[in-house]
């Protein structure tokens, strides 16, 4: 009898895997530091600043399942290494832009790339890693997801202060250039090659249809408040719950064929997974609105450089990630009980920030405010993810991971794109009247997940 041995990955390896892992969620950061420098050098709109980040979101969202096949169906380094190659190259194209829609299209370009690169890094560690050094290589995967946040704050505010050989808000994009190259010679002769021994296929109508659903309210709610909701924008927003229907009927059909599809619909009916997702999205939502905005109101209304700016983020980011690392010591003492817990926290977070700005203060003022909402942040988050997926049928445990992250980012997305045009909106009243809007959202979603929470990812609305 023929033995087959299992691919290894060692510890320069998994090393190698997690380096590719970080620039994509590093990226996903590293731009926010840089927008009032990149509207001021290329003369931008807030509408088209909403897209920079959630062009590079949204592509993200839509092709990180498919990603994840591709590397299950035809190898996860072919598939890494490809990723990595358009990722680099996309940030070549982004330094170089000389227009708004430029950057824009080479975001999105780098965002689809970025949607190959973490499911294939996850997919090699499962695969390759011995089963007694697993778990201490997938907490380093999480701790290099919450030290992204705070990496590319501070690298990106860093950088474009430093404005080397005058390349300004450029050297956030190239610095990708030696990281890209040096990750995909290193995983070209480090990583082996591994795919799933029972591929589930790739579901190609769902995946463009939930482009066509997205990108139909992205840009309905980016250009619409811009333009007075001219009737083409209406019609778009009219045309979301086409696509939306059109979707889950396509999904349907793939289940009713034997094949496993984007989005199961048995996973989203489950009452618990229903309730969490729909609790967890205004939530991400209001997150994700409040980090785009944030940037722009530290520089442009309390007049920080970029590194400063940076700087006075990332106290919020360090405590994320010591919320998450929390999470399920606290999930033993309170259950799901921490969810609640931890937007009442994020609440007063907000409270806080909202009393600076109304009753005037210096800025260093805003960051016990800032340290409560990463906390706060990281519980709501950290243990809505354990609840859902626990909730996830067992049939489709291996997606559900898949279901879970697609919902987040999309959320995320459209987030930037409905406050970041609150905000736009606003600002001409002042940085700091159109920071207190998007902050009073994100105070009335916290509170209504604080109030529902518990409800909702148990089933008992």
Not at 206 to 231: H, S
Not at 310 to 325: K, Q
Not at 426 to 441: K, S
Request: charged share 10%.
């Amino acid at each position: 009898m023929i033995t087959v041995e299992r691919p290894k990955l060692g510890s320069t390896g998994i090393a190698v895997v997690l380096l590719a892992a970080l620039l994509p969620m590093m990226d996903s950061f590293i731009v926010n530091v840089a927008l009032p420098t990149i509207a001021a050098d290329l003369g931008t709109s807030g509408a088209d600043l909403e897209l920079v980040v959630a062009g590079y979101g949204s592509a993200f969202t839509v092709l990180l399942v498919l990603g994840g096949r591709l590397g299950d169906s035809y190898g996860r380094k072919r598939v890494l290494v490809a990723g990595l190659v358009v990722f680099t190259f996309a940030s070549l194209l982004c330094a170089l832009a000389g227009s708004g829609e430029w950057l824009v299209a080479a975001r999105v370009l780098q965002g689809a790339a970025a949607a190959l690169i973490p499911p294939q890094a996850l997919g090699t560690i499962q695969a390759a890693v011995d089963a007694e050094r697993r778990p201490r290589a997938m907490s380093h995967y999480a701790a290099i997801s919450g030290l992204s946040a705070i990496l590319g704050l501070l690298l990106g505010g860093a950088l474009v202060q430093a404005d080397l050989w005058g390349t300004s808000w450029r050297l956030i994009f190239l610095v990708n250039l030696p990281l890209g190259i040096a990750a995909t010679v290193l995983a070209l002769l480090l990583v082996p090659d591994t795919r799933a021994p029972h591929p589930v296929g790739v579901d190609l109508r769902g995946t463009a249809l939930l482009t066509t659903t997205i990108v139909l309210l992205l840009l309905a709610l980016n250009r619409g408040p811009l333009l007075g909701w001219p009737w083409w924008t209406v019609a778009l927003l009219a045309l979301v719950p086409v696509a939306a229907v059109a979707l889950w009927r396509t999904e349907n059909q793939v289940v009713a064929q034997g094949r496993v599809p984007l989005l199961p619909p048995s996973v989203l009916t489950e009452r618990r997974v229903r309730g969490g997702l729909m609790l967890v999205a205004p939530f991400l939502a209001g997150w994700a609105g409040y980090l785009f905005a944030l940037p722009l109101t530290l520089q442009n209304g309390f007049g920080l450089d970029p590194a400063l700016a940076g700087l006075a983020v990332a106290p919020m980011s360090a405590a994320f990630l010591a919320g998450s690392f929390a999470v399920p010591g606290l999930r033993t003492k309170l259950g799901d009980g921490v969810l609640g817990a931890g937007a009442w926290v994020q609440a007063a977070g907000v409270v806080w920030l909202l009393g600076v700005l109304l009753l005037g203060g210096a800025v260093w003022w805003v960051l016990p405010g800032m340290v409560l909402i990463g906390a706060g942040q990281a519980l709501v988050v950290g243990s809505s993810q354990i609840s859902v997926l626990g909730a996830v049928p067992a049939k489709y445990a291996g997606v559900g991971g898949g279901v879970l992250v697609t919902a987040q980012q999309g959320s995320m997305a459209v987030g930037v794109a409905a406050l970041g045009s609150v905000y736009t909106g606003l600002v001409g009243t002042g940085h700091a009247a159109a920071f207190a809007a998007v902050l009073a959202v994100q105070l009335a979603v916290g509170i209504a997940v604080a109030v529902t929470g518990r409800r909702a990812v148990t089933g008992r609305y």
